[in-house]
Structure formats: structure tokens, C-alpha cells
């Protein structure tokens, strides 16, 4: 089964900070972009950043830009977003995305895990 | 960063087409074909209905297209079933410093 499964979330306070993981099964990893997307409660979808299939290509929503830092790890099929200075802004699920295309990025996420939650609070 | 505006919301009635439009500027919608279209029921993720404008991903009922004209991009929903009901979110490459961004959503509800 193809398949992304999120941890690392949880309750943290302004300024401090906390590492995202997702492991992916089912599917060569590293053959694929990833990207992190992030759902406020009550809010819409917000795209916050991709990695390409090799690690070279990163961008960042501007949101983020600065604090939070994504890297993957391809043996061991694994994502990573390291979340720094947080803001309670930054309280959401986030959810990490399978690209859809072989070795580019369309922003086409054809497989989400189930989101892991982050909230921000003193 | 702006998000694509989408209408907030939209309902129709079981049988019926309903089109979902998602308008952006040239710099996003208007200048690629990198527009796609997710379902997102409640407490559920995001599931991608429609990539590149107008593909569908295997798997994805013929009912679901897509279409692009100028800076507006639409999702159009043919014979509505109940479990349509959902929200919808387009996302699209942007030359912006984000280079992905989200509409706002609309919330469709089936009567």
C-alpha cells in the first residue's frame, strides 16, 4: 500500500521549536518531489515547501521563509521539516504530499498522509 | 501572498453540472498549465481530482474535468452525487516568491 505517515506534532510555545517527520512505503521515495501542507483550524489549504527528488531544489512559502528548513533522507525514505522561532500562526496540521510526477513538480500531490498537528500556544 | 480567489461557496442539486472557477493573474493560472484540483470532505485529507489543468489521476470518476481559460482555471462537476459534497481547493504555480498557492476554497453542497 502506498502510503505517508506524519509525526513530530504537538504543543509547543512561541519561539521554540519542533522537527516534522514523514515516512513513506509503497512507492520508490526518492524517485519524487515531496512537498509540506499546512491547514489552519477553521482555515483553508496553504502550500509551505517542496523538496525535489534529489534534495537540490527547495522553496518556501514566504510565510516560513527563514524559520523552517525541509530535507529528506532517501534511505531511509523519510521527510523532515525542522520548524524554528514558531509563531502561533504556524498552529495547523500539516500534512506531507507525494508529488505526482517521476523526477519533477507539477504542485499535483497525489498522496497526503494524515496530517500530523501543531499547535503553537504559551 | 494572495491566494487564487474561488467562490466560497456553491450548491446544486443531485444530476445536476456545477463548475468550480479559480482566478489568478498571469503570473500564475494565466502563464501555466500547472493547475490542479483537490476534494477535501471533512476531517479527511486532500484527495487530487484533477492535474495539469485537465488530467485526471487513475482511480478519479469521468465526471470530474477540468478546463483553463485566460487567468481562470474551472473544475467542472457533470451528473452531481451526494458524496460530491465536499470542499474544493485549486492550487497553481506562481512566479511569485511562493511559488505554489492555494485558492481559498468553496464549499459545495449537494440539496
Known amino acids: 500500500e502506498v502510503q505517508l505517515v506524519e509525526s513530530g506534532g504537538g504543543l509547543e510555545q512561541p519561539g521554540r521549536s519542533l522537527r516534522l517527520s514523514c515516512v513513506g512505503s509503497g512507492f520508490t521515495f526518492d524517485d519524487y518531489a515531496m512537498h509540506w501542507v499546512r491547514e489552519a483550524p477553521g482555515k483553508g489549504l496553504e502550500w509551505v515547501s517542496f523538496?525535489?527528488?534529489?534534495?537540490?531544489?527547495?522553496a518556501y512559502a514566504d510565510s516560513v521563509k527563514g524559520r523552517f528548513t525541509i530535507s529528506r533522507d532517501n534511505a531511509k525514505n523519510s521527510l523532515y521539516l525542522q520548524m524554528n522561532s514558531l509563531r502561533t500562526e504556524d498552529t495547523a496540521l500539516y500534512y506531507c504530499?507525494?508529488?505526482?510526477?517521476?523526477?519533477?513538480?507539477?504542485?499535483?500531490?497525489?498522496?497526503w498522509g494524515q496530517g500530523t498537528m501543531v499547535t503553537v500556544s504559551s | 501572498q494572495s491566494a487564487l480567489t474561488q467562490p466560497a461557496s456553491l450548491s446544486g442539486s443531485p444530476g445536476q453540472s456545477i463548475t468550480i472557477s479559480c482566478t489568478g493573474t498571469?503570473?500564475?493560472?494565466?502563464?501555466?498549465?500547472?493547475v490542479s484540483w483537490y476534494q477535501q470532505h471533512p476531517g479527511k485529507a486532500p484527495k487530487l481530482m484533477i492535474y495539469?489543468?485537465?488530467h485526471r489521476p487513475s482511480g478519479v470518476s469521468h465526471r470530474f474535468s477540468g478546463s483553463k481559460s485566460g487567468n481562470t482555471a474551472s473544475l467542472t462537476i457533470s451528473g452531481l452525487q451526494a458524496e460530491d459534497e465536499a470542499n474544493y481547493f485549486c492550487i497553481s504555480y506562481t512566479t511569485n516568491s511562493t511559488p505554489w498557492v492555494f485558492g481559498g476554497g468553496t464549499k459545495l453542497t449537494v440539496l
Open positions: 523538496i525535489s527528488w534529489t534534495g537540490g531544489s527547495i
Open positions: 495539469d489543468v485537465s
Open positions: 498571469s503570473s500564475d493560472v494565466g502563464g501555466y498549465n500547472y
Open positions: 504530499a507525494k508529488d505526482i510526477k517521476l523526477g519533477a513538480t507539477r504542485g499535483a500531490f497525489d498522496i
